[in-house]
């Protein structure tokens, strides 16, 4: 064989080679920013917004090229055995479960009536409205939304304030812990929020906390917006009709 006929076979085989790397499998978590929306997406009458970012898993380089392309700052986590299995046969089930949950805690929280069948066809209507958004995250921003609803109240006095957040909303309506502070902080900034509503639990998890998270953040991306740390769904309306 002539050696430019090698040349041109090996030339034929480059793509062939690419291809099926970019195929190989790999199992990873990513992370990356994400936006902000207002809380009358999910049929409530309130001024304050909710921030997501965009997460899943990817299973093969190609996935994870396209990727990269898409976005500037994105964090991938590699997943065991055991991880990748656990999300692609039980994660859907309990994101389900724990997003009606922290909605049916807000509704029952923020409500005139009791925690009974009241209460349910609202629930309904705002899982239903949440169906595209993963995750419990939106709990505490939606029990704010809701308040001001009953309350008749515009916290954004105007919309001279973006206020947003993150955190579930528990029955004793404490602010549960949440991941990806780190995007949720950005993505608010990208977007000119004013305040954003953090959990304040560092006395519970030190420093693996979304509080000395967000901390960290704020010093290390130099942020503008005001971080709020509340434990609690009243430690956040407090300081919303508090504020100046």
């Given at each position: ?124 209507d705002i899982m ?51 991941g990806a502070i ?63």
């Amino acid at each position: 064989m002539s050696k430019e006929s090698k040349i041109s076979i090996l030339l034929l085989m480059i793509p062939l080679i690419v291809s099926s790397l970019l195929f190989l499998p790999i199992h990873e978590e990513f992370t990356t920013k994400g936006d902000i929306e207002p809380i009358t997406e999910f049929g409530i009458d309130g001024s304050v917004y909710f921030t997501y970012v965009h997460s899943g898993i990817i299973e093969n380089y190609l996935e994870k090229f396209f990727l990269d392309l898409q976005h500037d700052d994105i964090e991938y986590l590699t997943l065991n055995d055991y991880e990748y299995d656990y999300y692609t046969t039980e994660y859907e089930n309990d994101v389900q479960y724990y997003k009606e949950q922290t909605i049916v805690n807000a509704v029952n929280l923020t409500s005139e009536h009791e925690p009974k069948a009241e209460n349910q066809d609202r629930i309904s209507d705002i899982m239903y409205e949440a169906r595209e958004y993963y995750g419990d995250s939106f709990g505490l921003m939606v029990a704010v939304g809701l308040l001001e609803e009953e309350l008749s109240k515009d916290y954004s006095r105007g919309e001279s304030l973006l206020i947003s957040g993150t955190g579930t909303i528990e029955k004793d309506q404490s602010v549960g812990s949440v991941g990806a502070i780190r995007y949720k902080l950005l993505t608010a900034e990208e977007n000119g929020v004013d305040i954003f509503f953090v959990p304040k639990d560092e006395a519970y998890y030190g420093e693996a906390s979304n509080q000395r998270k967000a901390i960290n953040v704020l010093r290390q991306e130099d942020l503008e917006l005001e971080v709020v740390y509340v434990s609690t769904l009243q430690e956040a309306i407090n300081f919303l009709e508090n504020l100046n």
